[in-house]
Structures are given as C-alpha cells and as structure tokens.
C-alpha cells in the first residue's frame, strides 16, 4: 500500500508479457492495476480440429507464442481477455478462419472487450462475397486500419464485390480510415479450380490494368490512406500506361482533403518520362497539392509471360 504507484506502473510496465499475465493472476488488486493488457500481435490460426489464437513478437523471445488453444466454433460463450488493447489483429494465412458462415459472430463474441487498431482478414472466392459483414466487425473492435488478404486475385475476379453496396461508405462509417489490399497465396482449402479461359480474370479483356476506380471509390468514401501490395489490384497480363496514371491522379486532384496511396506495382514499363521527375519525386500540379513519389528495381513477375520486368514503389501525397 505503501509503494508509490507510478514506481509500480514503471516496474509493470518493463514486465514481458508472460510476467504481467502471472501478475495478474496473483490478486484481483493486481488484475486491476496491470489492465488494460495490451498486445502487440494477436494471430488467429486454424489448427485442424482446434484453432490457436498466438501472440508474435519477433523482437521479444519472452513473450508468449500461442497462450491457448480452443473448440472453434466455440462450444460455450467467453471471451479472450476482458478489457484488451491489440495493435495487430491477424487471421493467419495459413488454415486461416474464414469469413463465413458464422465465424463473424463467434469471432466478435470471442474478442469484446478488446479494442483493436489494425485487422488482417483473409478472403478467398467462396468468402469475398460475404464482405458485407466486415464493417460490422470492424465496428466492434474500434479498428481503423483493414488489411484485405485475396487469394489467387490473378485466377478470380475479387475487386468487382468492393464496390458494390457502398461498402466503402460503410467502411467509414465504421470508423475505418485505412485500407490495404495484398494478393496473397492463402494455404487454406483446395478451391474449385481454376476457371475456364473466358471466364478468367487474367484474360478478360475489359479489366483494367489496375483498379484506380477502386481506390478512387474509397477515397471518394473517406478513406484517408490505402496500400495496395502486388499482384492485389493489378492485371498481370497489362501494363499500366502513363495516361491511366495522370487520370487517376487528375481525379485525386478534384478530392478534397488530405489523402495518401502507397502503390506496389508489378511492371515492365516506366508510369512518366524520366525528365517529368527529379530525384524520383516532383510536384504534379500548380496548386502543390500532389507530391509523388517512385522508386523501381528490375525483379521476376511470374506468372506474367515476360521473364522480368519492374516493381514500382509508388507514393502520392495530397495535402
């Protein structure tokens, strides 16, 4: 009773986290005093039968790797912690926790009381279509950034179900103000195989050389910030041209305030004429609004036909 409390606080806080889960345990004064528990990383795995639900942290060896595991769905109702703040919420690529059926409920019962700043969500072409539920979710954890996790965005159209319903608004709505796309390779199920040729994203001939009109439709939402990794938004089989680029950040200038695209495109081909830029960055436009921003490496970009071509790092700043 004695002990100074902000002595106490520093003491706790410089305590890795297996010790603040033992601290907690030792009186109902201490579970008081160590919450709100905070993680770093929380990742969510299937694990045939059972999931794990771990925590990562590469820089902590002492930190716990998986601190349980559990019946999914659940067979009665609990949650993980009562009163959590997680930075990293990630349903793990490999067996991931799909977004169907009724995962979202259990996953939200499974997590209130847990506030949650960024969320990864893994969608494959039997779940993308049930992305009306995400914002709902997402409410409930307080998160502001959604990492969209898609697999095989080359062999299935998975854009077209983003822009359907307002779903950018309801991202807002839900308090998200940053969005990420990454193509990824899920090693989840076997899917119903690959589509047949005129029915395959990669050939049709009317898909965009990249979604601008996505990221255009949330940002235009209230969307602030988008990352779009490779092979998430692109056609592989396209290059982008230098007009495609110029209207979209044409269409970025009519936006009103500050908004920001980090873009990591799969290419063979340069987006302006090196004496446009300086140093990789130059001003695009009279009123100063829009710094953009290009770095590019030579790199293998299977499965496109070409043996090598370009990844661009593109940055574009709208103050």
Same mark, same amino acid.
């Given at each position: 009773?004695?002990?100074?409390?902000?002595?106490?606080?520093?003491?706790?806080?410089?305590?890795?986290?297996?010790?603040?889960?033992?601290?907690?345990?030792?009186?109902?004064?201490?579970?008081?005093?160590?919450?709100?528990?905070?993680?770093?990383?929380?990742?969510?795995?299937?694990?045939?039968?059972?999931?794990?639900?771990?925590?990562?942290?590469?820089?902590?060896?002492?930190?716990?790797?998986?601190?349980?595991?559990?019946?999914?769905?659940?067979?009665?109702?609990?949650?993980?912690?009562?009163?959590?703040?997680?930075?990293?919420?990630?349903? #793990? @690529?490999?067996?991931?926790?799909?977004?169907? +059926?009724?995962?979202? &409920?259990? =996953?939200?019962? $499974?997590?209130?009381?847990?506030?949650?700043?960024?969320?990864?969500?893994?969608?494959?072409?039997?779940?993308?279509?049930?992305?009306?539920?995400?914002?709902?979710?997402?409410?409930?954890?307080?998160?502001?950034?959604?990492?969209?996790?898609?697999?095989?965005?080359?062999?299935?159209?998975?854009?077209?179900?983003?822009?359907?319903?307002?779903?950018?608004?309801?991202?807002?709505?839900?308090?998200?103000?940053?969005?990420?796309?990454?193509?990824?390779?899920?090693?989840?199920?076997?899917?119903?195989?690959?589509?047949?040729?005129?029915?395959?994203?990669?050939?049709?001939?009317?898909?965009?050389?990249?979604?601008?009109?996505?990221?255009?439709?949330?940002?235009?939402?209230?969307?602030?910030?988008?990352?779009?990794?490779?092979?998430?938004?692109?056609?592989? #089989? @396209?290059?982008?041209?230098?007009?495609?680029? +110029?209207?979209?950040? &044409?269409? =970025?200038?009519? $936006?009103?305030?500050?908004?920001?695209?980090?873009?990591?495109?799969?290419?063979?081909?340069?987006?302006?004429?090196?004496?446009?830029?300086?140093?990789?960055?130059?001003?695009?436009?009279?009123?100063?609004?829009?710094?953009?921003?290009?770095?590019?490496?030579?790199?293998?970009?299977?499965?496109?036909?070409?043996?090598?071509?370009?990844?661009?790092?593109?940055?574009?700043?709208?103050?």
């Amino acid at each position: 009773d004695s002990f100074p409390p902000e002595v106490l606080e520093k003491i706790i806080a410089k305590l890795p986290q297996q010790s603040r889960v033992a601290l907690r345990m030792v009186s109902r004064r201490f579970n008081n005093i160590v919450q709100p528990f905070e993680l770093q990383t929380l990742t969510l795995q299937m694990d045939h039968a059972i999931r794990s639900s771990k925590i990562i942290d590469r820089d902590d060896p002492d930190k716990a790797t998986c601190f349980r595991r559990f019946a999914f769905p659940p067979t009665c109702n609990y949650s993980f912690f009562e009163s959590t703040k997680i930075g990293h919420l990630e349903i #793990s @690529k490999s067996n991931p926790i799909f977004i169907e +059926d009724d995962n979202v &409920e259990h =996953l939200t019962a $499974l997590l209130s009381g847990c506030a949650v700043e960024k969320v990864t969500l893994v969608f494959d072409i039997r779940t993308i279509a049930n992305l009306n539920k995400v914002p709902s979710f997402l409410s409930s954890l307080q998160a502001m950034h959604v990492v969209f996790a898609l697999e095989k965005t080359m062999h299935y159209d998975m854009i077209t179900p983003f822009l359907l319903d307002d779903f950018a608004a309801k991202l807002v709505s839900a308090g998200v103000r940053e969005v990420s796309f990454s193509g990824e390779h899920v090693n989840g199920r076997v899917q119903e195989g690959r589509p047949q040729t005129e029915d395959h994203a990669w050939h049709l001939c009317d898909s965009p050389a990249f979604s601008f009109d996505l990221l255009l439709n949330f940002f235009e939402a209230g969307i602030k910030n988008i990352t779009v990794y490779t092979k998430a938004l692109e056609h592989l #089989s @396209k290059d982008i041209s230098k007009e495609e680029f +110029d209207s979209f950040l &044409e269409n =970025l200038d009519r $936006l009103a305030g500050p908004v920001r695209a980090e873009l990591f495109l799969t290419r063979s081909s340069e987006l302006w004429d090196p004496p446009n830029s300086r140093d990789g960055r130059y001003k695009r436009y009279d009123n100063d609004r829009a710094i953009v921003h290009v770095t590019t490496s030579t790199v293998k970009v299977p499965p496109t036909p070409r043996p090598a071509g370009y990844r661009q790092h593109v940055t574009i700043e709208y103050k």
